[in-house]
């Protein structure tokens, strides 16, 4: 195994040492590119830097709470705003297998003067890749950097990986911070697709007409290889250069949520942000303590109240329960007959009406009221087979008691 080993990394150094020269005839082939801001940087590789705005002021120190809505961000500090790193890659396929490869990668980063600096780096041809790896790790070197991606934990990074070691080359290891599941957590529910194209345009308003949709990347590079046409290659390179920024604009938008989630002007699934803030804090032990703690946990009953105020069912009958719990009797039992006479969905109904029924007798002494809410229970159509059993050995419980 040892000799073999040793026999394709000969092979592996002989190729590279026997790469052919770019001739000039290959250079007025990309002389296009070259006019669009590409430079060389290594064997069939191009590079290109952009700068715009930020969107994000790179400055401000950023919330806590974004450990909250980013979770990828939490048991650690918090990190500048210039260390956040962005990361996209376009490849020839959608699977992980080792037949797909990447060939445009692009980085951006927060700059000083509120810029935010995009790098991307073109593979112009297969053999070129080693190079195309090299030049794109450099930018994973600075250790401080928090990688940023959306759905890159399951497909980019994996990629990225697998083209690494099959190049012979160490994988980077950095912090990641994926924001899909933190997108779909705020609004899977409002727009029902949580593609980034989507979340950009119907949350943020950003403008992406005219854009070559990303799933064109496999047959754009590859028609480039047969043809050597670049003005398809160049839309998908601009294409790559929006992802970036505006996946620049999605962590912004979960920052200013972050800053002031009950009164953001950002629209988002507000239930859902609440269910989950309260079951982060309720998990998450090296936060439960001192000043921090009790900011998160204002905020996040802020939350929850607003979410109950506005009727959201989950997020009423919790803050109800929550309020029993807190010994505010009267305001929880308020909010849980609010329930269970209102337009509730009935497996809310239900849950609220046992709860009713639990406060009546145990706390209240009142067997024929926690009777009462039983049989509300009862006459439920929807409530479920196994509430529906529930209240039954309740109500044949209460119906003993009554008896003795």
Known sequence: MANLRDRLKRIQELKKNEKPRVKEQETDDYSILTENGWETCG???????????????????????????VPDLAGRSL?????????????????????????????????????????????????????????????????????VSYNGKCFDSQI????????????????????????????????????????????????????????LAPEI????????????????????????????????????????PVDCEIHYDLERLALYWRGFLRTTEQLKSGAQFDNLRITG???????ADKNYPYAAFVYAVDQMRKSNFEEGRKRLLKIANGEFPQNVKSQALRALAIDSERRLKSIEEALEY?????????????????FEKRKERLEEKLKS
């Not at 290891?173 to 409002?190: E, G, I, Q, S, T």
């Open 43 to 69: 064997y069939k590789v191009l590079r290109r830097e952009i700068s715009v705005n930020a969107p994000f002021n790179t400055r401000a120190e950023l919330p806590q709470p974004l450990a909250i809505l």
């Open 79 to 147: 990190p500048a705003p210039e260390d956040f790193l962005f990361f996209d890659l376009e490849t020839t396929g959608l699977s992980g297998g080792a037949g797909t490869l990447a060939f445009l990668a692009a980085f951006g980063r927060a700059v000083s003067g509120g810029k935010f600096h995009v790098t991307q780096y073109l593979l112009l041809d297969y053999p070129g890749e080693n190079d195309f790896l090299e030049a794109a790790l450099k930018e994973f070197e600075n250790e401080r950097s928090v990688i």
């Open 160 to 215: 990225l990986k697998t083209r690494c070691l099959m190049n012979r080359i160490k994988p980077p290891v950095y912090r990641h911070a994926d924001l899909l599941h933190p997108a779909r957590r705020l609004w899977k529910n409002v727009i029902n697709d949580c593609s980034q194209a989507s979340i950009e345009t119907r949350i943020l308003g950003i403008d992406r007409s005219g854009d070559t949709p990303g799933s």
């Open 221 to 260: 590079w590859f028609e480039f290889l047969r043809t050597g046409e670049t003005e398809r290659l160049i839309s998908i390179c601009d294409h790559n250069c929006a992802d970036i920024t505006g996946l620049s604009s999605i962590l912004a938008a979960m920052i200013s949520i972050a800053f002031d």
């Open 301 to 307: 009953d802020r939350l929850l109240r607003l979410a």
């Open 374 to 390: 039983v049989n509300m229970g009862l006459e439920l159509e929807e409530a479920g087979v196994f509430r529906r059993s529930e």
